[in-house]
Nanobody, 123 residues
């Protein structure tokens, strides 16, 4: 059974930081391109970041320089370090696996597996 379980969300003040984690199972994590996307109420899903199996990263422009995606293949885990958070970053954040094009924009709709999300609120 494939599982992607996100954690690490919460309420933070503007300028603060959070570190999201996604623990996975049921597939060969190290082989796949992984990513994060988010969805705010009343908005479409938005790709945030992607990381290839070789650790090449790709970011949506508005998070570049503030967010860092990383992975730990030994722990089948994906991470998103978020610094300099702003109210417009408020959303449910989701982990995605097996992005067809290994780029941030593939995470929301062009990925094989997705988690249930973790809420990030910046206020």
């Amino acid at each position: 059974e494939v599982q992607l379980v996100e954690s690490g969300g919460g309420l933070v003040q503007p300028g603060g930081s959070l570190r999201l984690s996604c623990v996975t199972s049921g597939f060969t994590f190290s082989d796949l391109c992984m990513g994060w996307f988010r969805q705010a109420p009343g908005h479409e899903r938005e790709g945030v970041a992607a990381i290839s199996s070789e650790d090449t990263t790709h970011y949506e422009y508005s998070v570049m320089g503030r967010f860092t995606i990383s992975r730990d293949n030994a722990k089948n885990s994906l991470f998103l370090q978020m610094d300099g958070l702003q109210p417009e970053d408020t959303a449910m954040y989701y982990c995605a696996a097996d992005l067809k094009a290994c780029a941030y924009y593939s995470a929301p709709y062009d990925s094989t597996y997705r988690g249930q999300g973790t809420q990030v609120t910046v206020s």
